[in-house]
């Protein structure tokens, strides 16, 4: 092959093809500085991005879970609060009958004792009412509640497994509890309400309210878990999806200095390679 030729410019071709693999090199570093990724969409990597897209809808259908646990949380929380509130208006009713118990007590003080604990009894029924949250009750089913009574059943993770809530009849227990005056003013009757026995109907009632905070109190334990899981999930998740399709900035912004340098090296030596076959006019001249 000539060494001199107009038709066939090899040192050109090859400065050509240098700098034209520089430019693709270019291009792909400026896309990763620009996007943040190594991996930015399926032309880069198609297995990792796909990988990568699984990972990330994972990861949003533990975002849903989570803020429907969320919402669970604050009616579990809500439901606590009025059982609680019960719980504890039960004890200061249950002192009010001990002393309706006492046949010594008798006439106008009877009566205020009386008036007492159906004031407390008025408490415990708007306890189950109120005890609503975004519209969903699980303790009010009676008449006057502000939400709708239902057990629930929330999603609590990325395939849709559910965690089931049930409900506690707030209208049953106050309907046990709400003892007629002609109960009230009968110290026998009201000691056998609060006593140990078979007819012993208000203490059953403090023993199943005790039942339902327990397990509210269980379910309330178990959604934080989930929700603290979940998160900790996802965060393992976002670190492994880091970790396949991330940029090294500091790595790909050494190399972006590096190429530019390659193409302003690459675009003088083919400028010189371009001229080279100028220097065959001189043979005619």
Same mark, same amino acid.
């Given at each position: 092959?000539?060494?001199?030729?107009?038709?066939?410019?090899?040192?050109?071709?090859?400065?050509?093809?240098?700098?034209?693999?520089?430019?693709?090199?270019?291009?792909?570093?400026?896309?990763?500085?620009?996007?943040?990724? #190594?991996?930015?969409?399926?032309?880069?990597?198609?297995? /990792?991005?796909?990988? /990568?897209?699984?990972?990330?809808?994972?990861?949003? /259908?533990?975002?849903?879970?989570?803020?429907?646990?969320?919402?669970?949380?604050?009616?579990?929380?809500?439901?606590?609060?009025?059982?609680?509130?019960?719980?504890?208006?039960?004890? +200061? /009713? #249950?002192?009010?009958?001990?002393?309706?118990?006492?046949?010594?007590?008798?006439?106008?003080? #009877?009566?205020?004792?009386?008036?007492?604990?159906?004031?407390?009894?008025?408490?415990?029924?708007?306890?189950?009412?109120?005890?609503?949250?975004?519209?969903?009750?699980?303790?009010?089913?009676?008449?006057?509640?502000?939400?709708?009574?239902?057990?629930?059943?929330?999603?609590?993770?990325?395939?849709?497994?559910?965690?089931?809530?049930?409900?506690?009849?707030?209208?049953?227990?106050?309907?046990?509890?709400?003892?007629?005056?002609?109960?009230?003013?009968?110290?026998?009757?009201?000691?056998?309400?609060?006593?140990?026995?078979?007819?012993?109907?208000?203490?059953?009632?403090?023993?199943?309210?005790?039942?339902?905070?327990?397990?509210?109190?269980?379910?309330?334990?178990?959604?934080?878990?989930?929700?603290?899981?979940?998160?900790?999930?996802?965060?393992?998740?976002?670190?492994?999806?880091?970790?396949?399709?991330?940029?090294?900035?500091?790595?790909? +912004?050494?190399?972006?200095?590096?190429?530019?340098?390659?193409?302003?090296?690459?675009?003088?030596?083919?400028?010189?390679?371009?001229?080279?076959?100028?220097?065959?006019? +001189?043979?005619?001249?």
């Amino acid at each position: 092959m000539p060494l001199n030729s107009v038709n066939t410019d090899i040192d050109a071709s090859i400065a050509l093809q240098s700098l034209n693999l520089t430019e693709t090199q270019l291009a792909a570093t400026q896309k990763q500085i620009s996007t943040g990724y #190594r991996v930015a969409d399926a032309t880069d990597d198609g297995a /990792a991005y796909a990988v /990568a897209q699984r990972v990330r809808s994972d990861v949003g /259908a533990l975002t849903s879970a989570n803020q429907q646990l969320g919402n669970v949380e604050g009616l579990i929380s809500t439901t606590l609060s009025g059982l609680t509130d019960v719980s504890n208006t039960m004890s +200061s /009713a #249950r002192d009010v009958l001990v002393k309706l118990a006492d046949g010594n007590t008798q006439g106008t003080q #009877r009566t205020q004792y009386v008036q007492q604990y159906q004031s407390l009894l008025a408490n415990i029924q708007t306890f189950f009412q109120d005890a609503d949250y975004n519209g969903k009750t699980l303790i009010g089913n009676m008449s006057g509640s502000a939400g709708t009574f239902g057990g629930v059943a929330v999603v609590r993770n990325e395939v849709g497994a559910t965690y089931g809530i049930g409900t506690f009849g707030g209208s049953a227990f106050y309907g046990s509890i709400n003892f007629t005056s002609t109960q009230l003013n009968s110290a026998t009757t009201v000691a056998g309400l609060i006593g140990t026995g078979t007819g012993a109907t208000f203490i059953n009632m403090v023993n199943s309210l005790g039942n339902e905070l327990n397990t509210y109190g269980a379910a309330a334990n178990y959604v934080s878990n989930q929700i603290t899981y979940n998160s900790d999930k996802m965060t393992a998740m976002q670190n492994g999806l880091g970790a396949l399709v991330d940029a090294n900035l500091a790595q790909e +912004s050494a190399m972006l200095t590096s190429l530019q340098i390659r193409q302003q090296l690459g675009t003088q030596a083919l400028q010189i390679a371009n001229q080279a076959p100028n220097s065959l006019l +001189s043979l005619f001249r």
